[in-house]
């Protein structure tokens, strides 16, 4: 059995990007993090050290994100999730990066990409 951490609409400010003005101005991107992990141990101790401190990866995915441009959002994406891996506690990061402000020629909601990314060591 595997719960879902969500954390949804984290806002950040980056440099991401293939145009030169998006690596100069920066823009907002907006992040979704659903992490998958077994809660019983936390919820049976409530003990903060029994879970993943959704305040600390919140802290380290903006570090992430508002640091070292790249081209892409699959790049920035894979970062992001790569992070969330980083706790054993965590069987599987799924990762939404919404780029509001794309540099596209009309009228559009958002751009999205959506990864999923599971530990390596972990089963099928």
Not at 6 to 31: A, P, S, T, W
Not at 58 to 76: F, N, W
Request: net charge negative; charged share 30%; hydrophobic share 40%.
């Amino acid at each position: 059995m595997t719960d879902e951490l969500r954390i949804e609409g984290l806002r950040c400010f980056g440099h991401h990007g293939v145009f030169d003005f998006e690596r100069r101005e920066g823009q907002v991107f907006v992040l979704d993090l659903v992490l998958g992990m077994d809660t019983r141990p936390a919820a049976a101790s409530d003990d903060l050290h029994d879970t993943v401190d959704y305040g600390s990866l919140v802290g380290a995915v903006k570090s992430a994100v508002e640091s070292d441009p790249v081209d892409l959002i699959e790049t920035l994406a894979g970062r992001v999730a790569d992070l969330c891996l980083t706790d054993d506690r965590v069987e599987w990061a799924r990762v939404t990066v919404h780029k509001p402000e794309a540099p596209i020629d009309a009228t559009f909601a958002d751009v999205a990409l959506t990864i999923t990314r599971k530990r390596e060591d972990a089963s099928d």
